[in-house]
């Protein structure tokens, strides 16, 4: 994941990715442009995650999208995924990187914190993911991040930043206009009325050029 001219999709997984979800991102990710896809479920033993993880990785790979493992270098390693994203309390962007090769994206949450992003971007981050910029029905937000935030990241920094933390169509104009490079979603395209197509095609007339 690099900077780009315009802001992008940055697919995060529903926490139950079994039964039909493989056919729903796949419909999602023919709906429009998506840049990545991260797996994040808790609580499975790495054997059923990895056995979760393969048809997802494989519609990915189809529609030339990014997989991140979230949190887990390990299981990232075992699945030859695109990269990682890590919290604040999963590890050192340096040893994930020892782990996984130079070509591996890691991407780490930084909050609302300046100096949590600045650290990350020294230590080898490839983009850094700042929220919640607003409530989210997938995740307790902890810390709370304003626009603001985004327009500095990109005015000093080349390297990307991600908007997370209940983001939808009618909310993120502030978020782009900011500068976020890259839009983290998940309950507003896989909670969607019409389904995550329609979430993905709506957004996808929101960022194009």
Not at 51 to 79: G, H, T, Y
Not at 93 to 98: D, N, V
Not at 188 to 198: K, S, T
């Amino acid at each position: 994941m690099s900077k780009a001219a315009h802001c992008q999709l940055y697919l995060i997984s529903p926490p139950d990715v079994g039964g039909d979800f493989p056919q729903a991102l796949k419909e999602a990710l023919g709906a429009g442009p998506v840049a990545a896809f991260q797996l994040r479920v808790k609580d499975k033993e790495s054997h059923e995650l990895a056995a979760l993880a393969q048809p997802l990785q494989e519609i990915c790979r189809a529609s030339d999208v990014a997989f991140i493992v979230n949190d887990d270098v390990a299981m990232a390693k075992r699945l030859k995924a695109d990269g990682v994203h890590l919290g604040q309390l999963d590890g050192d962007p340096r040893e994930a990187r020892a782990q996984l090769g130079p070509e591996a994206q890691i991407g780490v949450t930084c909050h609302n914190s300046r100096h949590l992003a600045m650290e990350a971007g020294e230590n080898g981050a490839d983009y850094v993911a700042f929220g919640a910029f607003y409530d989210s029905s997938t995740k307790r937000a902890l810390h709370r991040a304003e626009p603001e935030l985004l327009r500095w990241w990109s005015a000093i920094m080349e390297i990307p930043c991600v908007a997370i933390g209940g983001i939808a169509v009618e909310n993120a104009p502030p978020l782009i206009a900011a500068g976020a490079d890259f839009l983290a979603v998940s309950g507003a395209v896989w909670q969607h009325p019409d389904g995550p197509a329609a979430a993905v095609k709506a957004f996808s007339e929101l960022l194009k050029d």
